[in-house]
């Protein structure tokens, strides 16, 4: 087992390990609940890892599915501990939604991530000043403190691209999002020059679906795929919604929005197009 960054994503190999040790004992989540004072649900909780661990809890559970090696049991129980502490998201709880963070603990530990965008543009590519007016005629309601908090954590999170073992984002955008004026032509302006920037990162391939294919294979709403280095994690995909969000890895469900995304990357405009196109919107401008 492996301790990348991020506690979402220790939560889930500890989980996934929990589950495996259980598994390997032929004994039921019910059993397993019973043994900490807990219900069966609890367990299935634990095992997801959408829930914080307990040290009795591991331990008596370690004992129950007969682990009875030292330097295993402390191993486990040393990586519970680190998936219990909050990650720098948990900072900005107070502006976020819970269904969220746990998207950003993927996010922070995908070493590859696909997205299909419609509206707008992409989180991790978006500028100070786009970002800013999305979040404001988003929550019109927030406060100016509220409101920079919030752009201040979507900035944060395109640390990802830049770090030393940088994510791979592979997105495609509908044309529309690129004739969306979120917040003014000047604003715009520079966010496209954002993009034709972004691109020149190895890690970054952007594309763009043109108004004229018509339609295409994604008859749906925006979606994420994200893929992790572990092999314990499998793949993921998200869907925001207005008030939560679907987070799927079921390997059926994967594989159908899978073929979907290689669909839209093979009809969509290749990286080379998708740069005179943006260049194209500058001249315009």
């Keep these: 087992m492996t301790t990348p960054g991020g506690p979402t994503v220790r939560r889930i190999l500890v989980g996934a390990q929990l589950r495996r040790l259980r598994e390997s004992r032929n004994l039921t989540r019910e059993a397993a609940g019973y043994r900490i004072r807990a219900s069966e649900s609890k367990i299935?909780?634990?095992?997801l890892g959408r829930v914080g661990f307990k040290d009795r809890d591991i331990v008596d559970l370690l004992e129950l599915y007969g682990v009875e090696d030292e330097a295993q049991r402390e191993m486990l129980v040393a990586l519970a501990r680190e998936a219990n502490a909050p990650g720098?998201?948990?900072s900005y709880d107070d502006v976020l939604p819970n269904w969220f963070e746990t998207f950003v603990g993927l996010e922070e530990a995908a070493s590859m991530i696909r997205s299909y965008e419609i509206q707008f543009l992409p989180g991790?590519?978006?500028t100070e000043a786009y970002a800013r007016a999305m979040v404001s005629s988003g929550a019109p309601n927030a406060t100016v403190a509220e409101?920079?908090?919030?752009?201040?954590?979507?900035?944060?999170r395109q640390a990802i691209l830049r770090r030393d073992s940088p994510s791979h984002l592979w997105t495609v955008v509908d044309e529309a999002a690129l004739h969306r004026p979120v917040g003014g032509a000047k604003v715009m302006r520079e966010q496209v020059e954002h993009l034709l920037d972004m691109m020149t990162l190895p890690n970054v391939t952007l594309q763009v679906m043109p108004f004229r294919y018509g339609g295409h294979v994604v008859d749906g709403g925006a979606f994420t795929l994200?893929?992790?280095?572990?092999p314990e994690l499998p793949d993921t995909v998200y869907v925001e919604h207005l008030t939560s969000a679907h987070y799927l890895d079921k390997p059926d469900h994967v594989e159908r929005y899978t073929q979907n995304m290689d669909r839209?990357?093979?009809?969509s405009l290749p990286p080379d197009m998708t740069r005179r196109t943006l260049q194209k919107l500058l001249a315009e401008a």
């Design 44 to 47: 299935s909780r634990l095992e």
């Design 88 to 90: 720098w998201w948990h």
């Design 124 to 126: 991790l590519l978006q």
């Design 147 to 156: 409101v920079e908090r919030r752009v201040n954590f979507r900035v944060k």
């Design 226 to 230: 994200l893929r992790f280095p572990e």
């Design 264 to 267: 839209l990357t093979v009809d």
